[in-house]
């Protein structure tokens, strides 16, 4: 069983940045990133590859970037430009065996435990 640990969540004002962090305690597929705002269901925000391709969701695409450290089995989430909108639980996600990024909740299996982030306008 894979264990995955957010950190790097907060309150920062609209404009700026912060830069999300999850480890895992096993390497397997490819890991996401998805976050769930108040009133909504949970959406896609980001995936990579272990090979380093990435997806984004759209309203993201040019303000968050994912990256990974292999060595250390950590995935980021550097968000940059927060808006309000941005306001959510962001967790942290990892197929067991596919390589490739899935951008729904089913395609996942090993899950975090969340970090809130908050923007405030």
């Known amino acids: 069983q894979v264990q995955l640990v957010e950190s790097g969540g907060g309150l920062v004002q609209a404009g700026e940045s912060l830069r999300l962090s999850c480890t895992a305690s096993?390497?397997?597929?490819?890991m996401g990133w998805f976050r769930q705002g108040p009133g909504k269901e949970r959406e896609f925000v980001a995936g990579i590859m272990w090979l380093g391709r990435t997806y984004y969701a759209d309203s993201v695409k040019g303000r968050f970037t994912i990256s990974r450290d292999s060595a250390k089995n950590t995935v980021y989430l550097q968000m940059n430009s927060l808006t309000p909108e941005d306001t959510a639980v962001y967790y942290c996600?990892?197929?067991?065996?596919?390589?490739?990024?899935?951008?729904?909740?089913?395609?996942?299996?090993?899950w975090g435990h969340g970090t809130q982030v908050t923007v405030s306008s």
């Open positions: 096993g390497r397997t597929g490819a």
């Open positions: 996600a990892q197929r067991r065996f596919e390589a490739t990024v899935g951008t729904t909740q089913k395609d996942y299996d090993y």
